[in-house]
């Protein structure tokens, strides 16, 4: 039920955008570093790629709320016990940001930070062990949950580089709330991701 009610505010959240004539809208590609806290044993995070649309709405001068929709390569690298695996987790990210941009409407280059919730539905990937005798592949949808929920905050810029063309730069982390461990110890997302984007005023 918590995981349908907080669903069901990302959906409401996307209409109201979606319906207002004030927004820019544009691709975003980046990449991620990944890591999963308190996995068991030795852990390195893994490099991955992240692509989709980002949408923003803004009235205020100052003020204004985005959402993104973007496909996210994350996971991890593990070994305990002499045993190495790589856990490859394959998310559709959708993070609301309320933002706040610095210098005024008429200047070109504009700093922002930004804060918000994120809902991540895990889409695919391959849990790999690799033993002495060969590698056994799990699918992750089998080992880790479906819905992955927690808090994005970052900052970066958006430069006009034409009338009603904005070049983004984004830099977020992503902290998960979520256990997301379907057995064993409690799991925990973790992503620093680096953007670049360009959106266009509607």
């Known amino acids: 039920m918590k995981n349908m009610l907080f669903t069901a505010a990302f959906v409401f959240c996307g209409i109201m955008i979606a319906q207002s004539q004030e927004f820019s809208l544009g691709p975003s590609i980046g990449i991620n570093t990944a890591w999963l806290q308190d996995a068991p044993g030795e852990t390195n995070g893994l490099i991955g790629l992240n692509a989709g649309l980002t949408l923003v709405y803004s009235t205020e001068e100052h003020w204004g709320i985005g959402m993104d929709l973007k496909y996210s390569a ?55 062990q690799f033993l002495e005798v060969g590698t056994n592949k ?34 977020a982390y992503g902290h998960g709330f979520t256990d997301i461990a379907k057995f064993g110890n409690n799991v925990y997302n973790r992503n620093l991701s680096l953007n670049v984007g360009l959106a266009w005023g509607l």
Not at 76 to 91: C, D, F, M, P
Not at 94 to 115: M, S, T
Not at 154 to 168: D, E, K, M, S
Request: no cysteine.
């Open 138 to 171: 799990v699918d992750s949808k089998d080992l880790y949950e479906d819905i992955d929920l927690g808090l994005t905050f970052g900052t970066g810029f958006n430069y006009r580089v034409a009338p009603g063309t904005w070049l983004n730069l984004d830099l």
């Open 74 to 128: 994350e996971g991890v690298e593990t070994e305990l016990r002499g045993s190495k695996a790589q856990t490859h987790l394959n998310y559709a990210r959708i993070p609301v940001k309320f933002i706040y941009f610095f210098n005024d409407f008429g200047n070109d280059f504009r700093p922002k930070i930004y804060l918000g919730p994120s809902l991540g539905i895990l889409t695919g990937g391959k849990t790999e």
